[in-house]
């Protein structure tokens, strides 16, 4: 029997690193290179099948607005999630610098820790990268999550990055109920 999961998950990280790309190539397959800067939050939702756990996935993917003045709308679209991909843009070190408060405001607004995947984006700009991957693992291995290096453009490991995300809440969730995060 085929088990079913239902998760909210948020999109993390500055402005410009990709969230909203990699939403869009993850749940419609696509890539438009003129996106609009995100105001306060978007969703899109999709189902994921995860054979080798027998598992069907249907996420709801919160892409949130990344740019300082948008915090305090931010705060509510945290509630319920039970996961979340923090992005950072490979060729802009601070980027890359800022997802430690990202992961604070995260975990302070999502009632508490939550998995994340940090997600080193953009690495089809090979002559641009200003992030190591090496840098990229350290941070991740530190805080204990799961580490992807995607392009949003190209595709590669877009789905990857979610998946992991994916089988870690299944794991999550077989551990017992959480508190909740509302």
Not at 55 to 70: E, I, K, N, S, Y
Not at 78 to 107: C, H, M, P, Q, S
């Amino acid at each position: 029997m085929t088990a079913e999961f239902r998760f909210k998950i948020v999109m993390l990280g500055d402005g410009a690193v990709g969230k909203t790309a990699m939403t869009a190539r993850f749940t419609q397959d696509s890539f438009n290179a003129d996106y609009k800067r995100t105001i306060g939050a978007d969703f899109a939702v999709k189902r994921l099948d995860i054979p080798d756990i027998n598992a069907h996935v249907t996420l709801q993917c919160w892409d949130l607005a990344g740019q300082p003045r948008f915090e305090f709308v931010r705060q509510g679209f945290y509630r319920g999630a039970r996961g979340g991909l923090l992005l950072y843009d490979v060729t802009r070190r601070r980027t890359f610098l800022n997802i430690d408060r990202w992961k604070e405001e995260t975990f302070a607004n999502a009632g508490g820790k939550i998995p994340l995947v940090v997600v080193a984006n953009k690495i089809d700009l090979v002559d641009s990268r200003a992030v190591t991957k090496e840098d990229g693992e350290a941070y991740a291995k530190e805080n204990g999550f799961l580490y992807v290096e995607s392009s949003a453009l190209t595709g590669e490991n877009v789905e990857e990055a979610y998946v992991n995300l994916c089988r870690k809440m299944i794991d999550d969730s077989k551990a017992g109920p959480k508190e909740p995060a509302f």
